[in-house]
């Protein structure tokens, strides 16, 4: 039987800022299905990668100093390393400047065109550089100064160029179809409404190219015009799958995206793709946005939230953690310090980590460092069913709508029951009562420690794997398969170690 496939992506990021804390939280959101879904047994293609055309770039590049390509190529490698040094699985890091993509845009804008979606005209309009977005005089609002902004707060200028259109406005009904048909195309609820009024509220037809500058791909036919970067850069989801040669992977299950960019992928992408008569995503899931101790964060503020600083501060599982802990996926999130602190003291070290500690060493000190033997009652069956398949199947079925903090909180609650269970239980005062007895205790622990783990390992891949090899499971047996076995009692155990460090403020 051949695996089902998954096909998960996150955007392609803007390579003229250092990565933040908005860049590393979708990637991990897409690690985490990516990697679930592979333990789950599913044939997983994981993209991200970076967008290096349009104006933004080629302006950025020019006050360096350096060419576009001289620029792209530094501040793409960055993200690249983000991704290897916070432990994301991506099978394919995509550049838009790459020849693949390329021509995977240029075939997109000709289908388009045969088909009679393109037309010649003349934009005259408001742009936002920043944005890379085209807005309606009645979306503006005005600065402290004067100026016209976009609604994100970005400036806008005035346009006035020859530009090619893509006939957006032709394509409302059957939006409205899709968003109707597909209930679940647009996540969350709330999301999907807003767009759903913005498509009736009507749709202009979209300027899908530029003329005074060149830094983008060309135009098939009229190598005046470059392909407006939103185009260039929502095609890179085709280009990874091989498009147009055979793409078998088309289309992708799942595009996860910040809010603020959710409009290009609900309205614009599936219009351009039901244009070029190409099969559309399974789902976009739009996530909120995070502040920083209440406060909007911004580069002139100064209170950008740098990833690295975090993985180094907490460490990288703890920050991992947390961020898909403390906030629902779908909703804004206020990143506080000191609930960072908690998450990492409570839950990971002293719920979780303790439970684990304080049983391994048990068993090292007093059963010869081997999985003890061991005579169940009901109770000592039901947490270790507790944390099986019932555990499992909620899991998925909450990760199935991005909803990380419930299920999160649904293996916390079994990591509860497991607490409870072993303060009653005492093993320590079963030492000198009954040793047998002591033994069953400690299996069981053990054994829910070996299934939550195990259910964990998308979220902390580093410190589950080393707490894997604590309980004895094999390295090669670590998908869900390995929830239907148990521990065979009498095999040895290594030295245990602490995996989930308390976070100890420094003496200031
Ligand atoms: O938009 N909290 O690239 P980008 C959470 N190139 N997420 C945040 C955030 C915050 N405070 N600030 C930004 C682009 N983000 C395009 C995408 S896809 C075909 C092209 C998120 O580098 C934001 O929502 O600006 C977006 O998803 C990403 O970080 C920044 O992307």
């Not at 695996?3 to 990565?19: E, F, G, M, Q, S």
Request: glycine letters at 6%; a negative charge.
């Amino acid at each position: 039987m051949t695996a089902p496939t998954y096909y998960v992506t996150t955007p392609i990021y803007y390579v003229n800022d250092r990565p933040h804390i908005g860049h590393a939280y979708t990637t991990l959101a897409a690690d985490v299905m990516a990697r679930f879904k592979r333990l789950d047994g599913y044939d997983v293609y994981f993209l991200t990668g970076t967008d290096e055309h349009g104006q933004k770039i080629q302006r950025s590049a020019e006050s360096k100093g350096i060419t576009p390509q001289q620029f792209t190529d530094e501040v793409s490698a960055v993200f690249r390393a983000l991704a290897e040094d916070f432990n994301f699985s991506n099978n394919d890091f995509i550049r838009t400047t790459e020849t693949r993509h390329k021509l995977a845009c240029m075939e997109l804008w000709q289908r388009l065109e045969s088909a009679g979606h393109i037309y010649l005209d003349k934009y005259a309009g408001w742009y936002a550089v920043s944005d890379e977005a085209f807005y309606d005089e009645t979306e503006l609002k005005e600065g402290p100064d004067g100026t016209k902004l976009a609604p994100t707060g970005k400036p806008v200028e005035w346009v006035e160029e020859e530009s090619y259109f893509f006939r957006l406005s032709a394509f409302e009904d059957r939006l409205l179809d899709l968003y109707q048909n597909q209930p679940d195309f647009i996540l969350p609820k709330g999301r999907r409404n807003e767009v759903i009024s913005f498509v009736k509220g009507g749709l202009q037809d979209l300027s899908i190219s530029r003329t005074t500058f060149d830094w983008g791909v060309p135009v098939p036919g009229n190598e005046r015009h470059v392909m407006y970067v939103w185009l260039d850069a929502l095609t890179n989801y085709l280009t990874a799958t091989g498009w147009p040669d055979a793409a078998p992977r088309w289309p992708a299950d799942m595009h996860l995206v910040g809010k603020d960019i959710l409009r290009f992928h609900a309205i614009y992408w599936p219009a351009f793709l039901m244009g070029a008569d190409l099969p559309l995503p399974g789902r976009v899931f739009a996530h909120g946005w995070w502040t920083n101790e209440g406060e909007k964060i911004s580069k002139s503020l100064g209170n950008v939230i740098d990833p690295y600083e975090l993985k180094a501060t907490f460490g990288l599982d703890q920050t991992r953690y947390f961020l898909l802990r403390e906030v629902p996926f779908g909703n804004d999130g206020d990143f506080r310090r000191e609930a960072m602190v908690t998450r990492m003291n409570s839950d990971l070290a002293n719920n979780l980590g303790n439970l684990a500690q304080r049983s391994l060493s048990m068993i090292a000190k007093s059963l010869d460092g081997q999985v003890p033997e061991a005579t169940l009652t009901a109770e000592d069956e039901a947490l270790i069913s507790a944390a099986g398949a019932p555990l499992l199947n909620e899991v998925r079925g909450l990760l199935d709508v991005q909803s990380f903090n419930r299920a999160l909180e649904s293996v916390w609650a079994v990591i509860s029951e497991a607490n409870v269970y072993i303060d009653a239980q005492a093993p320590w005062t079963l030492k000198k009562t009954d040793p047998m007895r002591m033994a069953s205790v400690l299996y069981t622990v053990i054994e829910t420690v070996r299934r939550v783990t195990l259910i964990l390992q998308p979220v902390m891949p580093e410190s589950t794997a080393k707490l894997l090899d604590l309980v004895g499971q094999p390295t090669g047996k670590r998908d869900f398969n390995a929830l239907e076995h148990r521990l065979v009692p009498g095999t040895p155990l290594p030295k245990p170690e602490g995996v989930f460090p308390r976070y100890v403020e420094a003496d200031a």
